[in-house]
């Protein structure tokens, strides 16, 4: 069975300060994602990675960073949180075949005051 | 510019009854559609997909119909059950490209089945 884990599931942060999402997987996929979820724009993709060592911009990375140090982990950083940032984040891992299915995390709750 | 649009945002049906969910596109180049499950407090999980070369996918209650001159589908849940409750999200993808077959995503519906 296919497995994300995202850490932490929840975080309260302060406007300005640094904050650091965490991302596992054990499917050996090369490909990850982080995505943001709001009500009424679904999923929106920040960043991507196709490897360790890439990383790739999505549709809104405007205030993020992305970091994929191994296979394993992929990690989204805001250096200057805003309370625009106040959302859900997704993590996910994938690859390119005939099917293109992502497994996903089970999100991170992130509210910044 | 969302390139995946759902028609509505949220959808509530009767027990028993089928649920329609649709969904539209815009780019031609788009051939894989897959819908996803997402529970509260869960991640979105793969419920069942089809490529454009099918106009029909069934996987026991749920059915997509796929329209590719119109560039739309739906979701058809036969037989609603409570347990459906949840939200639908509606992906397309194309092959390769820059993005390696990246997914976009629609809004969602959350569909709700009342016992």
């Known amino acids: 069975e296919a497995a994300v884990t995202q850490s932490p599931r929840n975080k309260v942060a302060v406007t300005g300060g640094k904050v650091t999402l965490s991302c596992n997987q054990t499917n050996n996929h090369n490909n990850m994602y982080w995505y943001r979820q709001d009500t009424g724009h679904g999923l929106r993709l920040i960043h991507y990675?196709?490897?360790?060592?890439?990383?790739e911009k999505g549709d809104i990375p405007d205030g993020y960073k992305a970091s994929r140090p191994s296979q394993e982990n992929f990690s989204l950083i805001l250096e200057l949180a805003t309370p625009s940032q106040t959302s859900v984040y997704f993590c996910?891992?994938?690859?390119?075949?005939?099917?293109?299915?992502?497994?996903f995390g089970a999100g991170t709750r992130l509210s910044v005051l | 510019q969302q390139q995946v649009r759902q028609s509505s945002q949220s959808l509530t049906v009767w027990e028993g009854e089928t649920a329609i969910l649709n969904c539209s596109y815009e780019n031609s180049a788009f051939d894989y559609f897959p819908w996803y499950q997402q529970f509260p407090g869960e991640g979105p999980a793969l419920l069942i997909a089809i490529r454009s070369v099918s106009d029909k996918k069934e996987d026991g209650r749920f059915t997509i119909f796929f329209n590719k001159r119109e560039k739309n589908l739906s979701l058809h849940i036969k037989d609603s059950q409570p347990g459906d409750s949840a939200t639908y999200f509606c992906a397309a993808s194309a092959r390769g490209g820059s993005a390696l077959g990246r997914l976009h995503f629609g809004a969602g519906t959350q569909l709700i089945v009342i016992p």
């Open positions: 990675s196709y490897g360790a060592g890439s990383t």
């Open positions: 996910a891992s994938g690859y390119w075949g005939s099917q293109n299915t992502l497994y």
